[in-house]
């Protein structure tokens, strides 16, 4: 295991790597991303929708067991994640290894093919396969999108600040291993507990909500009063809570 003062520079060199790909490959790996967060999902509705509701603990225990697989083949195998790069390239951003024009500029791009990946699974994956359209699947996926989509603005925006700070961890916690069992093991737990507390992801969402509204349950409307704080929230939790406060807890002198 590296010490969080290598950890740090081992972030700033991968959000310096992020910028410095092709926009093919960012778009590419974008949408790998998005697909591997929405696989990771869809399990989770595969393994859960038949436990009962009195067994909610059981619940969200089980389905966060597997929901990490998506960010674990994103950092294995390779994958641009946009709540990932929101700490990884906020860390170098904070080196002045890059600017605030170059950080927003890579999560527009990512964030776009993010939605592009996760939407395809929902549709094709999700509707056209029909892994979402059969019961008890299908009112499933409607059943948490309502609960993501009922949320406050406010509430939105705290909760998706919760799980950018795991997921950040997460992030962190692989550059932190040196052999895939660590990294598997350092992103495992902290995307689990975000998962079970029930914190909002945005590009997980951009997989719920639209396999929702494929099923009839619910509308592009709410997705984006959804996506808009979530999103905002992902950012501080990310940029802030853990690129930040690691940063200014580990930089080194000069």
Known sequence: MFTPEEILQKSIGAGVNKLKKTLVAKMILGFIGGAMISIGFLAYVRVTASIPSNLASVKSLVGGAVFPIGLIVILLAGGELATGNMMAVGTSLFSKKNNWFDYFKNLAVITLFN??????VAYFFGHVVGLTHAEPFR??????????????????????????????LAVWLSFGAKDAAGKILGVWFPIMIFVAVGFQHSIANCFIIPAAIFEGGSTWWLFIQNFVPVFLGNIVGGLVFVAGFYYLSYKTKG
């Open 115 to 120: 939605f592009i990946g996760a939407v395809f």
């Open 139 to 168: 009112q499933a996926v409607i059943g948490i999108a309502a609960g993501k989509t009922g949320a406050s603005f406010w509430s939105a925006f705290v909760s998706g600040i919760g799980c950018n700070w795991l997921v950040g």
